[in-house]
């Protein structure tokens, strides 16, 4: 008999239609996972999904080595990071908060990795499509949500942004001119 197996995460209606009829499948779910929690593979949620991963501590005993034929661009980077954040998000959206306008080849890019698809139509006028994260991105970087990403204090301790504030621009209160920080530093004395 050969076994079934899934690189991908399982939502619990693909597994329901994988056992027998009848089959508590969240009391099973919850089985496996106190069964398999602190061994060396567990079972996890990614989204709404489970999948059998290996422990986070013996992970790097079980690396799998991928040849990345293309890297993400400092655009396409950007670009998740901000659908990521700022989920669902319009394009014109993403514009906004990035300052320039979004290549429609980075946006493929992302769903051709699976790693964001489509989300549902905005209520306004024009009725533009958003984007949200998918489960694939969520599983490639160990999320169970998205809420789970890094804050802004945590990316700072591990060193992703720099932990030095820009100089402060100060206006005056009756002026709508930016003062020199020089010059603020003189008024003060």
Not at 17 to 44: C, F, K, M, S, W
Not at 99 to 118: A, M
């Amino acid at each position: 008999m050969r076994r079934g197996f899934s690189r991908k995460p399982l939502n619990p209606r693909q597994l329901a239609a994988r056992l027998p009829e009848g089959v508590d499948i969240q009391g099973a779910l919850a089985a496996l996972l106190t069964h398999y929690a602190g061994r060396g593979v567990e079972l996890v949620r990614v989204g709404e999904a489970y999948a059998f991963r290996t422990a986070g501590d013996l992970a790097h005993l079980m690396r799998e080595e991928v040849e990345e034929t293309r890297k993400l661009s400092r655009a396409g980077i950007e670009t998740l990071a901000i659908i990521a954040y700022h989920q669902p998000v319009t394009r014109a959206e993403i514009e906004d908060i990035r300052g320039v306008s979004v290549n429609k080849g980075t946006l493929d890019q992302l769903i051709e990795l699976e790693w964001v698809r489509l989300g549902r139509r905005r209520l306004t006028p024009g009725r533009p499509v958003t984007y949200v994260v998918t489960e694939t991105f969520l599983d490639q970087f160990g999320l169970e949500t998205a809420r789970d990403l890094p804050d802004l204090k945590e990316m700072r301790a591990a060193g992703l942004l720099e932990s030095r504030l820009p100089p402060v621009v100060t206006v005056k209160s009756h002026e709508t001119e930016a003062l020199d920080p020089d010059s603020v530093a003189q008024d003060e004395d």
